[in-house]
């Protein structure tokens, strides 16, 4: 383990208390979100549906970016390379999928499958440093966590 990260994984800095809450909100957030895309896709069309979400969500982060940052930083995207913008067709993909599967599964197993897959995810590329992040080796309380993951999106599905 880096001797920059303490042992213990309870946050103990304000900056960290304010992650861990933004954290739980943006999850909270992600389930309303992917209610009311999927409802929306049922409205007018999955694809539709997906398009009009990403089209306000420029819109909106329009109004967030340029009063804040001005055109410059919009503009120096052109030197940006273009393997970074492969997120946004991601985010794409991850909400055609979600409007495809809520109505199926619901809210609930469809996010604890999404949580389990990202944890599993998320902890091989933790433990290999992929994307150019520190490594966080796998460890036997990570694979406890993943394992709970795991029993919790046994009993979402069949409890």
Request: proline letters at 5%; a positive charge; charged letters at 10%.
């Amino acid at each position: 383990m880096p001797a920059s990260r303490p042992d213990v994984d309870v946050p103990t800095d304000q900056e960290q208390i304010l992650a861990v809450a933004a954290s739980v909100v943006a999850g909270a957030f992600v389930a309303i979100m992917i209610r009311l895309n999927a409802t929306l896709g049922e409205h007018v069309g999955v694809l539709e549906s997906s398009f009009v979400v990403h089209l306000v969500g420029t819109a909106f982060s329009t109004l967030l970016v340029v009063p804040r940052f001005g055109w410059t930083r919009v503009r120096n995207l052109r030197a940006t390379p273009a393997r970074l913008f492969v997120g946004g067709a991601l985010g794409v993909f991850i909400v055609l999928l979600a409007n495809v599967v809520v109505p199926v599964l619901g809210i609930a197993l469809t996010l604890s499958l999404s949580v389990a897959a990202n944890l599993t995810f998320s902890t091989v590329a933790d433990h290999f440093g992929w994307f150019g992040l520190p490594v966080f080796p796998v460890t036997a309380r990570r694979l406890v966590g993943l394992a709970l993951t795991l029993l919790g999106v046994l009993l979402v599905a069949y409890g």
